[in-house]
């Protein structure tokens, strides 16, 4: 099964400067898990540093039910210059796609100072 769902962009996105580049590609594993690929990019004139994903599954009743936490360059010093897009993957393979009601993302990053 495949679907695509829109993301939060950061705590307070009026602010942000780090946002999603389009929707996140969701896909069901063939073990029952979930792969979420995605793109975000640097809208801001200023370079950024430390960018991570975060995305949090619920459940119906609204318990998390997972959250996974991916970073988006190697080394946690490495620069996303302005108009710069970078790819990310998160991958929840113990996760169950039939319990999953709604998902959460939020984007976190450092100005280069």
């Not at 960018?51 to 318990?63: E, F, R, T, W």
Request: aromatic share 8%; with cysteine.
């Amino acid at each position: 099964m495949i679907s695509v769902f829109p993301g939060c962009d950061s705590p307070d996105p009026d602010e942000s400067i780090v946002q999603l580049d389009g929707p996140i590609l969701e896909l069901q594993s063939r073990s029952g898990g979930l792969e979420f690929n995605g793109s975000v990019v640097n809208t801001a004139t200023i370079p950024v540093k430390s960018v991570y994903v975060l995305i949090v599954l619920n459940d119906a009743a609204g318990n998390i039910i997972d959250t996974k936490t991916v970073l988006l360059d190697e080394d946690i010093n490495d620069i996303m210059e302005p108009s710069e897009v970078s790819f990310f993957t998160v991958v929840f393979e113990q996760v169950n796609f039939d319990d999953v009601f709604s998902k959460e993302v939020e984007i976190y990053y450092d100005p280069v100072n």
